[in-house]
């Protein structure tokens, strides 16, 4: 990363993962997700999932409705960078 072009970033959501296709959005098989390509990165050290904590999510763009409170998942501020 060589620059925030986007300036908002999201701590509210843990990362994507196999659980959250399953249970939020009824997914019968669902991909592992940004949490499992995670796991699979750090299983190696010995990391286990108990032991990865909630991460800085930098390309989710992530709102808190100002009148119901409710989180809503949005596109991406984000884009490919032109070099």
């Known amino acids: ?33 940004c949490f499992g390509n995670l796991y699979d990165a750090l299983k190696d050290y010995g990391i286990t999932t108990d032991n990865i904590p909630v991460t800085f999510n930098i390309f989710m763009n992530v709102s808190i409705e100002s009148e119901t409170g409710k989180v809503a998942v949005l596109p991406p501020k984000s884009r490919k960078a032109v070099t």
Not at 6 to 19: E, I, N, Y
């Open 1 to 33: 990363m060589v620059e925030d072009t986007v300036g908002k970033h999201d701590f509210l959501l843990t990362p994507c993962s196999a659980d959250t296709f399953r249970i939020i959005y009824g997914h019968s098989q669902p991909h592992k997700g």
